[in-house]
T-cell receptor, first 112, second 113 residues
Framework: KQEVTQIPAALSVPEGENLVLNCSFT??????LQWFRQDPGKGLTSLLL?????REQTSGRLNASLDKSSGRSTLYIAASQPGDSATYLC???????????FGEGTQLTVNP | GAVVSQHPSWVICKSGTSVKIECRSL??????MFWYRQFPKQSLMLMAT?????????EQGVEKDKFLINHASLTLSTLTVTSAHPEDSSFYIC?????????FGSGTRLTVV
């Protein structure tokens, strides 16, 4: 059974800092991995999708890497802003079926 | 990108009544949609997978008679919470798989009083 772990559970940084969120998964037989952002009381917004054959994806100030063999992904946020404050969720899709397995999330606070 | 529209955003209902939540894929067809429940400060819990034209697949511990799912077309799935009770109060979110990965609705906050 796939298990996804995110570290840290919470992170508070001053504005302008670069930061890294970590995601690890136990079963390396994945189809893809997706990073989401969730604001309080809202749905999930997809940030980056990495296919199993890819090593990284970039969108603006965000960069996500994937090391399938070691079961790890990182989300790098450059020059953080208060508007980046949210909960970030990592989700893995396995090779069999279409189910997503979520981590517990990292709650990020960027202080002005 | 792909968009999933979910309605209503919030609903308050009396105990014993039923509530229907709609999830629509606006610019793509979704043969499969997923329904999640989220408790405060917790991650998403998959409740069921709805399949267009066939019966939904429910996760262990989810009452299929309590949470009725209908996926009558390639763009619409509905979740009906029947005979709602206060313990059903929660945040419900749907999602569908598109060419851009999984796309989520904006969620429905259900409060049963």
């Amino acid at each position: 059974k796939q298990e996804v772990t995110q570290i840290p559970a919470a992170l508070s940084v001053p504005e302008g800092e670069n930061l890294v969120l970590n995601c690890s998964f136990t079963d390396s037989a994945i189809y893809n991995l997706q990073w989401f952002r969730q604001d309080p009381g809202k749905g999930l917004t997809s940030l980056l999708l990495i296919q199993s054959s890819q090593r990284e994806q970039t969108s603006g100030r965000l960069n996500a890497s994937l090391d399938k063999s070691s079961g790890r992904s990182t989300l790098y946020i450059a020059a953080s802003q208060p508007g980046d404050s949210a909960t970030y969720l990592c989700a893995v899709r396995g090779t069999s079926g279409s189910r997503l397995t979520f981590g517990e999330g990292t709650q990020l606070t960027v202080n002005p | 990108g792909a968009v999933v529209s979910q309605h209503p955003s919030w609903v308050i209902c009396k105990s014993g009544t039923s509530v229907k939540i709609e999830c629509r894929s606006l610019d793509f067809q979704a043969t499969t949609m997923f329904w999640y429940r989220q408790f405060p400060k917790q991650s998403l819990m998959l409740m069921a997978t709805s399949n267009e034209g066939s019966k939904a697949t429910y996760e262990q511990g989810v009452e299929k008679d309590k949470f009725l799912i209908n996926h009558a077309s390639l763009t619409l799935s509905t979740l009906t919470v029947t005979s709602a009770h206060p313990e059903d109060s929660s945040f419900y979110i749907c999602s569908a798989d598109s060419n851009y990965g999984y796309t989520f609705g904006s969620g429905t906050r259900l409060t049963v009083v």
